[in-house]
């Protein structure tokens, strides 16, 4: 079965850090595009970071450009999220997820909550 | 950034009847290949987001063929011909044509 398995979320200080993981199976993850996706609480969605194939390129949005990187182990099939100097609106839920070509993210996790409060 | 604005926000449905949703773009979305990469995504109640149309209209495999898309350059519509209680949820497009990928905010079908 293919499948994404977020895990790493938690309560954080403002100012503090957290690494989250995506654990990918049932395909062959060095094939593809990946990203993180958040969403604020009652909020809608938003591409954070995405990586290649061979983690050579690397996108972030201005939001969280030097404060998040994202990586990734193929040998592994796992996916990271570092995230520092963590604010009050990173509070959200993190998807990783699968992309195919262009944003069609055609497999998501099930989530990570983050939580960014003093 | 290129923004996405969908209408309505909100959707109220009665069972069997049509829905539809547009989704409007800032600047064209086709790409230097020649493609479109308008994605509609479905996220019911407590789930994650799950893929219902990639490159404007093509249908995921599983997905109900009630549901198609269509349209081109800055124009998009997602239509489900009739709407069935297990379609409740939030509709969001979003483009991968430029980076950041951008969402619209969503649209919240509702059974009336």
């Known amino acids: 079965e293919v499948q994404l398995v977020e895990s790493g979320g938690g309560l954080v200080q403002p100012g503090g850090s957290l690494r989250l993981s995506c654990a990918a199976s049932?395909?062959?993850?060095?094939?593809?595009?990946m990203n993180w996706v958040r969403q604020a609480p009652g909020k809608g969605l938003e591409s954070v970071a995405i990586?290649?194939?061979?983690?050579?390129?690397?996108y972030y949005v201005d939001s969280v450009k030097g404060r998040f990187t994202i990586s990734r182990d193929n040998a592994k099939n796992s996916l990271d999220l570092q995230m520092n100097s963590l604010r009050a609106e990173d509070t959200a839920i993190y998807y990783c997820?699968?992309?195919?070509?262009?944003?069609?993210?055609?497999?998501w996790g099930q989530g990570a909550m983050v939580t960014v409060s003093s | 950034d290129v923004v996405m604005t969908q209408s309505p926000l909100s959707l109220p449905v009665t069972l069997g009847q049509p829905a539809s949703i547009s989704c409007g773009s800032s600047?064209?979305?086709?790409?230097?290949?020649?493609?479109?990469?308008l994605t509609w995504f479905q996220q019911r109640p407590g789930q994650s987001p799950r893929r219902l149309i990639y490159?404007?209209?093509n249908r995921d495999s599983g997905v109900p063929d009630r549901f198609s898309g269509s349209g081109s350059g800055t124009d998009f519509t997602l239509k489900i011909s009739r709407v069935e209680a297990e379609d409740v949820g939030v509709y969001y497009c979003m483009q991968g044509t430029l980076w950041p990928y951008t969402f619209g905010q969503g649209t919240k079908l509702e059974i009336k």
């Open positions: 049932g395909f062959t993850f060095s094939n593809y595009w």
């Open positions: 600047q064209s979305l086709v790409y230097s290949d020649g493609n479109t990469y």
């Open positions: 490159k404007v209209s």
């Open positions: 990586i290649n194939q061979d983690g050579s390129v690397k």
């Open positions: 997820a699968r992309n195919p070509e262009w944003g069609a993210f055609d497999i």
